[in-house]
């Protein structure tokens, strides 16, 4: 049954951890929804099935992996032996199996998988493995064989192959040629004994498998849709739970492509889920840590990459609150600091900038996750905009940081090239607090030192970041 759904096995090396990998702090929320998945799991009558929402990006299967991990390394531990053993774990890319077009076949080859790879007290008997595998072969033929319908579709099966091949099964099985209704009652039979094999296998007086679906949204409509239905109707064993990682909003959308636009996905979607959890989003006290994170990564990597970038750790922080504001996806922050790290390369090793320009590491750090972030407040900079609401915004991320305040609106005021005059009162008498008459022209000197005396510094540093994108010579 080969299958490109991705199964871990006990024994696959952990590549994340919580302990070395969890930058946003969501370990003790990973912790707080096992505990309710494993005593809400004996309260319905075959699995539980709940969903775990978050926008592409948002760091779902970097979740998972962690949650995956956690769960080997706690079954492989002592304490396991005598305390509590945690659920094997069981990773299925349902985008990997797309084109295979049996989503059945693809969930019971990531099973199948697992269940060879398990070990410990809690392990199915050698006796149960076989007879579950022996209730998949069958399940499986029987797919195959009636796969003529799925074969003329794009999902990359061999019409020709598949027929041979499920000619060939039949003859095995029968001495002569069943009709299709004989043929579709021994499925549903073989079905119904896979059913009872797992749950021979897996139930019990506690939780034993968590099975981690990944990147269903990513998947043809037809597909999706389909692989709800398989776990809703097969895998609905007691002792199973089933996390879905999957962005609703898109999934909603690519359910009404094939029921019209007036299907009521929330109702729709609770036919297959028991509840819906929503992934944490990064907050400005733990976003800090990974902002720092990249920072290292993407632009200060010393000996691959020499970089303009000044400031420090405080700079980078002080845009957490920001990155919380525009409700920046870690996968989005990614792409900013990768156009930050290549924007502030620099040739050599002593081509750094005076520690004197803070400041311009700040606007060029502030424009970068503008670019991904809030594409709206960028193209305002880039055309040389300039707007008291975008200050006070800017004002309000940190209202009890005098540091901070006076960091953007210097930022701000120099970097547009504005005077206090063009603010109404109640931004006028922030920005004098923030900026003194006789502190102004230093950070405009900052600027000039950099860029040339430009008389508007935010152009020019857009310019250089999106010659830096379009890989062309920032020198001039």
């Known amino acids: 049954m080969a299958s490109s759904s991705t199964a871990s096995p006990a024994s696959a090396p952990p590549s994340l951890s919580f302990e070395q990998t969890?930058?946003?702090?969501?370990?003790?929320?990973?912790?707080?929804?096992?505990?309710?998945?494993?005593?809400?799991?004996?309260?319905?009558?075959?699995?539980?099935?709940?969903?775990?929402?978050?926008?592409?990006?948002?760091?779902?299967?970097?979740?998972?992996?962690?949650?995956?991990?956690?769960?080997?390394?706690?079954?492989?531990?002592?304490?396991g032996e005598t305390a509590f053993t945690a659920p094997m774990p069981v990773m299925l890319n349902a985008w990997e199996s797309d084109y295979c077009g049996d989503p059945l076949v693809a969930i019971l080859a990531g099973l199948l998988k697992a269940v060879d790879h398990w070990k410990g007290k809690d392990a199915p008997q050698p006796s149960e493995k076989a007879s579950l595998w022996e209730s998949a072969k069958d399940v499986a033929w029987f797919s195959v064989s009636l796969a003529n319908d799925v074969a003329a579709k794009p999902t990359g099966l061999n019409p020709v192959k598949a027929g041979e091949f499920a000619e060939k099964k039949k003859k095995e099985r029968a001495a002569k040629t069943p009709d299709f209704i004989t043929l579709f009652n021994q499925r549903k039979d073989a079905l119904e004994k896979l059913k009872e094999q797992m749950a021979a296998t897996f139930s019990g007086t506690s939780t034993k498998v968590i099975v981690f679906v990944d990147e269903l949204d990513r998947c043809r409509p037809d597909y999706a849709v389909s692989y709800l239905e398989t776990i809703k109707h097969v895998f609905n064993v007691k002792g199973m739970i089933f996390v879905l990682a999957v962005d609703l909003h898109h999934l909603e959308v690519s359910t009404k492509s094939l029921?019209?636009?007036?299907?009521?996905?929330?109702?729709?979607?609770?036919?297959?889920?028991h509840r819906t959890f929503n992934l944490p989003e990064p907050e400005a006290g733990s976003i800090g840590t990974?902002?720092?994170?990249?920072?290292?990564?993407?632009?200060?990597?010393?000996?691959?990459?020499?970089?303009?970038?000044?400031?420090?750790?405080?700079?980078v922080r002080m845009t957490g609150p920001l990155v919380c504001a525009w409700r920046m996806t870690p996968r989005q922050l990614h792409e900013a600091f990768r156009i930050l790290g290549h924007s502030l390369a620099i040739e050599g090793v002593h081509g750094e900038m005076s520690t004197h320009n803070e400041v311009v590491s700040l606007a060029y750090l502030y424009l970068c996750l503008a670019y991904v972030g809030a594409p709206a407040v960028y193209k305002n900079l880039r055309?040389?905009?300039?707007?008291?609401?975008?200050?006070?915004?800017?004002?309000?991320?940190?209202?009890?940081?005098?540091?901070?305040?006076?960091?953007?609106?210097?930022?701000?005021?120099?970097?547009t090239n504005s005077d206090f005059s063009n603010y109404d009162?109640?931004?006028?008498?922030?920005?004098?607090?923030?900026?003194?008459?006789?502190?102004?022209?230093?950070?405009?000197?900052?600027?000039?030192?950099?860029?040339?005396?430009?008389?508007?510094?935010?152009?020019q540093i857009c310019q250089r970041i999106e010659n830096a994108i379009r890989f062309e010579d920032n020198a001039s």
């Not at 309260?43 to 956690?70: H, I, Q, R």
């Not at 299907?263 to 729709?268: C, G, I, N, R, W």
């Not at 902002?291 to 405080?314: I, P, W």
């Open 290 to 315: 990974l902002l720092e994170e990249m920072v290292a990564k993407h632009v200060t990597r010393r000996g691959q990459r020499n970089s303009a970038f000044k400031g420090g750790d405080y700079l």
């Open 383 to 415: 055309q040389g905009g300039h707007s008291p609401d975008q200050m006070r915004f800017l004002f309000q991320l940190s209202p009890l940081d005098y540091k901070s305040k006076a960091n953007w609106a210097q930022l701000y005021m120099t970097g």
């Open 259 to 273: 029921f019209g636009s007036d299907l009521k996905f929330p109702e729709y979607f609770r036919k297959f889920s």
């Open 425 to 459: 009162a109640n931004t006028h008498d922030l920005m004098k607090k923030a900026v003194p008459d006789d502190e102004y022209p230093q950070y405009q000197k900052s600027f000039n030192i950099a860029l040339g005396h430009h008389p508007a510094p935010f152009k």
């Open 22 to 79: 969890d930058k946003l702090g969501l370990s003790p929320f990973c912790q707080r929804l096992e505990r309710y998945l494993i005593v809400e799991s004996g309260f319905v009558e075959g699995s539980l099935v709940v969903a775990l929402n978050a926008p592409f990006g948002g760091g779902k299967t970097t979740f998972l992996e962690m949650w995956k991990t956690d769960l080997l390394n706690r079954r492989q531990s002592p304490a």
